[in-house]
């Protein structure tokens, strides 16, 4: 199945010297202009390419890839406001168009949005929207705590940052939990933490339970081994100090460095913790 704002690979039927014609299945020929191509496709090739509407209202096919594709959430800049709404630099030639309708607030050109692309089979084109409650679904019955997430995140807050999951929920990340900058629209691999009864997630970055601590563990006694058997940071220092090294919480490694001295792998001392030689 071909499907409009997302990526298909497609069959070349024929090609001139403008470009090429794919087989769009139930979507007819589509045309691929040579500027649209980065090669030059022969008859039997199947390029992968994104297919979409252009300005005339015509299927085209381009092997350039968009920044975000229907379906999806991402941080576009407006790039011009006309009568008709606010379009967004999405990667291609063509800019992305936001309706009045599907604006949440007033868009200004060079400010950027959180927006949501999707097919509006009303007008038959890509669109996106502001309005990002709209497509927000609520909790799927897979998700599971521990489970490994992508996170956008959407925005900040007193508390924390908000980030969509997986492209269909929202969660929260609390700050006194993120140890790292982060800024609305960036993606990153996150973990769910809690599952709430009001189906509100939280959120965090490094994996929680046990299998964290053993993969901390090892990382710290590798660290170890490098830096010579002695590192000077304790479950005294601070927490970004910790982040820096290991990327995670203080109480994780306080945490990981417990589990250690307990198998007496390590000893804790004032200003450092040392590895435990075998020799």
């Known amino acids: 199945m071909t499907a409009i704002g997302k990526i298909s690979r497609l069959r070349v039927n024929s090609k001139n010297e403008t470009g090429v014609w794919l087989d769009g299945k139930e ?5 691929m202009p040579r500027s ?6 022969g008859s039997e090739d199947m390029p992968e390419v994104f297919v979409y509407h252009d300005s005339e209202g015509q299927l085209v096919a381009t092997t350039k890839i968009p920044f975000a594709m229907v379906g999806e959430f991402a941080l576009l800049k407006v790039v ?9 630099d999405w990667g291609l030639k063509k800019d992305l168009l936001v309706p009045f309708s599907e604006q949440k607030q007033k868009m200004l050109e060079g400010r950027s949005y959180i927006v949501y692309i999707f097919f509006d089979e009303k007008s038959n084109r890509i669109v996106a929207s502001s309005k990002l409650g709209r497509f927000l679904g609520r909790l799927p019955v897979d998700l599971r705590e521990g489970q490994e997430v992508e996170l956008l995140v959407s925005n900040k807050t007193e508390i924390g940052f908000e980030a969509i999951i997986n492209n269909s929920l929202t969660g929260l ?6 140890f790292q900058p982060l800024r609305k629209g960036q993606k990153i691999t996150g973990y769910v933490k809690k599952i709430r009864e009001d189906d509100k ?10 299998e ?3 993969g901390i563990s090892e990382t710290i006694l590798t660290a170890l ?21 290991f990327g995670v919480s203080k109480k994780t490694y306080k945490k990981a460095i417990g589990s250690l001295y307990k198998e007496r792998l390590i000893t804790i001392e004032s200003n450092g913790i040392r590895l435990i030689s075998n020799d």
């Open 201 to 210: 997630i939280d959120l965090c970055l490094q994996k929680p339970g046990h």
């Open 80 to 88: 011009s406001v006309s009568p008709v709404g606010a379009f967004l």
């Open 27 to 31: 979507l007819g020929d589509i045309f």
């Open 212 to 214: 964290k601590i053993a």
């Open 36 to 41: 649209l191509s980065d090669n030059d496709y």
């Open 225 to 245: 081994k490098k830096q010579g058997g002695f590192i000077s940071v304790t479950d005294k220092s601070p927490a970004e100090v910790i982040y820096d090294l």
């Open 173 to 178: 990340l609390y700050k006194n939990e993120v």
